[in-house]
């Protein structure tokens, strides 16, 4: 169905527990196609599982700290997704754990709109992060107006979302 075609589910008869039951039934089918696979929320899943499409292969499933793609060519692929909610300014993106050691070569930030259409996405190099992360404790983290505020070192993805 084109998205265009999109309607929104009415709720307003439902209980708050038939709610989180149609919850449950909409992540059991994202699984069951391969979408989502960490039981957490769907946006860094589907971020994954937009990336790896994008380089015709299948997103690394599991624990696998420092990237979550391998392309074809050996190449090692963090991914870091936003979602903008409505009224939400995400200042950040998720925390990269022992980023001193280089556990990837390349980053690709997806940032959605709040239904989960891509706003942007956009590819980078280890080193261009390592110019733009902040300690913060044990982690860094990529501040959204810090790394992305401008496309300098940045270049745009354009993700299948079909």
């Given at each position: 169905m084109?998205?265009?075609?999109?309607?929104?589910?009415?709720?307003?008869?439902?209980?708050?527990?038939?709610?989180?039951?149609?919850?449950?039934?909409?992540?059991?089918?994202?699984?069951r196609?391969?979408?989502?696979?960490?039981?957490?929320?769907?946006?860094?899943?589907?971020?994954?599982?937009?990336?790896?499409?994008?380089?015709?292969?299948?997103?690394?499933?599991?624990?696998?700290?420092?990237?979550?793609?391998?392309?074809?060519?050996?190449?090692?692929?963090?991914?870091?997704?936003?979602r903008?909610?409505?009224g939400?300014?995400?200042?950040?993106?998720?925390?990269?754990?022992?980023?001193?050691?280089?556990?990837?070569d390349d980053?690709?930030?997806?940032?959605?709109?709040?239904?989960?259409?891509?706003?942007?996405?956009?590819?980078?190099?280890?080193?261009?992060?390592a110019?733009?992360?902040?300690?913060?404790?044990?982690?860094?983290?990529?501040?959204i107006?810090?790394?992305?505020?401008?496309?300098?070192?940045?270049?745009r993805?354009?993700?299948?979302?079909?």
């Amino acid at each position: 169905m084109p998205d265009d075609d999109f309607c929104p589910l009415d709720f307003g008869e439902l209980t708050d527990l038939q709610v989180l039951r149609r919850w449950f039934e909409v992540m059991g089918e994202l699984q069951r196609r391969g979408m989502v696979w960490s039981g957490k929320s769907p946006i860094a899943d589907y971020a994954e599982y937009l990336v790896a499409k994008h380089y015709g292969v299948e997103p690394i499933k599991g624990t696998n700290p420092g990237h979550d793609v391998a392309t074809k060519d050996g190449g090692r692929v963090q991914v870091k997704a936003r979602r903008y909610a409505k009224g939400s300014t995400p200042s950040h993106l998720g925390e990269f754990s022992k980023f001193a050691e280089h556990r990837f070569d390349d980053l690709v930030v997806v940032l959605f709109e709040d239904d989960l259409r891509v706003r942007v996405a956009y590819k980078t190099t280890y080193e261009w992060a390592a110019g733009k992360v902040r300690p913060r404790g044990e982690y860094h983290r990529l501040y959204i107006s810090d790394g992305l505020a401008s496309a300098d070192g940045l270049e745009r993805v354009e993700l299948d979302q079909s």
